[in-house]
């Protein structure tokens, strides 16, 4: 926090320094502290001990590393208000759902054509989905972020209490996969939450689900198309992704269902037998089926759908019901041909 305030005043020195001598004495104790944002502090050689005794990492090295990382407010203020936390459908799906989206991820699929369809065949993951989670999540690979992903997740596992938690293991793990890849952890970029390469994933995701599909013994998400498509492929597939089958169906015969059966969390888990007994049928699936009743508010009003198991799925990459129906409905263009 004392940081935080000097760098206010010093942003501010010009009306602070005149005529105020006590401030100018001030703002040169918090400067003495400023030499790094990170180095030194308790929370920070707290954390280092943790992974010099768990990891066996030197921790003079990481010393090192810590000393180059820099707090950003921008990251802050951008976790602080996500899109899918502040808007409904019908503003949302103009962030993702746009001809110019379509028309680059077309392009896409034709110059990348014989990798999705290796993943395909070996992961059974619909093609036009994980083509739509890179349109969705970086453009094709013309956004993976400009942060370093050291930078991002310092700020968010030592300055951003709601969920520094999670951060702190997100950290642990980047540098993790930094040395299991022999790549410099300072070299890596990403996303404001330390997102990386074209499918945008964090480093537990990394290290757990993507895969090397060119075989050169590097993972590269960053540059490779082949391990980018391939390791979106082994997400959804180890989440339980059901080859050719269903991610969402609109049924507007679920306004007739009480409000308390939608919306009712990301997973399927309301039968089409119970649902039936409000005029929701579908004759080409199984009584027993499970699935999710969803509400969206649309741009003509009220949308109801029905998730299935691999709506499900697709939320394991981002847990939101607005980032799910953005995939699905960019994948239906994409496979159309047109917006």
Same mark, same amino acid.
């Given at each position: ?173 980047? @540098?993790? %996969? ?7 952890? $300072?070299?890596?970029?990403? !996303?404001?939450?330390? &997102? +990386? ?106 949308? @109801?759908? %029905? ?7 697709? $939320?394991?990459?981002?847990? !939101?019901?607005?980032? &799910? +129906? ?14």
């Amino acid at each position: 926090m004392i940081k935080h305030i000097a760098k206010v005043l010093i942003q501010n020195r010009w009306r602070f320094l005149v005529g105020r001598g006590g401030v100018l004495l001030l703002l040169c104790t918090f400067c003495a502290q400023l030499t790094a944002d990170y180095g030194g502090r308790e929370d920070v050689e707290a954390f280092i001990e943790e992974l010099n005794r768990e990891d066996g990492f030197d921790p003079d090295t990481l010393r090192a590393v810590f000393d180059q990382a820099v707090y950003k407010q921008s990251i802050i203020d951008a976790i602080s208000r996500p899109a899918e936390r502040v808007l409904n459908w019908a503003s949302y799906q103009d962030i993702f759902l746009t001809k110019a989206r379509v028309r680059q991820g077309i392009d896409f699929e034709q110059s990348h054509r014989a990798i999705f369809e290796r993943a395909e065949a070996k992961w059974g993951v619909d093609r036009w989905i994980i083509l739509a989670i890179l349109g969705v999540e970086t453009s094709y690979g013309r956004n993976k972020g400009s942060f370093r992903v050291i930078d991002a997740l310092s700020t968010l596992a030592f300055d951003y209490p709601p969920r520094s938690a999670f951060f702190r293991k997100e950290l642990r793990q980047l @540098f993790l %996969l930094a040395r299991e890849q022999n790549k410099p952890v $300072t070299s890596l970029k990403g !996303s404001y939450a330390g &997102a +990386m390469g074209y499918g945008q994933f964090i480093p537990s995701s990394y290290r757990h689900y993507a895969v090397d599909f060119n075989g050169d013994a590097f993972i590269d998400i960053w540059e490779s198309p082949n391990d980018a498509i391939a390791s979106v492929a082994n997400y959804l597939a180890v989440h339980k992704w059901v080859k050719d089958g269903p991610v969402l169906k609109r049924v507007p015969a679920l306004a007739e269902v009480p409000e308390t059966f939608l919306n009712q969390g990301l997973k399927p888990a309301t039968s089409l037998e119970v649902l039936k007994q409000y005029g929701v049928s579908l004759d080409s699936l199984d009584n027993a089926t499970v699935v999710n009743p969803l509400r969206y508010e649309g741009k003509q009003g009220a949308e @109801f759908w %029905l998730g299935f198991q691999n709506f499900y799925a697709i $939320t394991r990459y981002n847990r !939101s019901r607005l980032y &799910a +129906m953005a995939v699905f409905q960019l994948s239906e263009q994409l496979r159309a041909g047109q917006p």
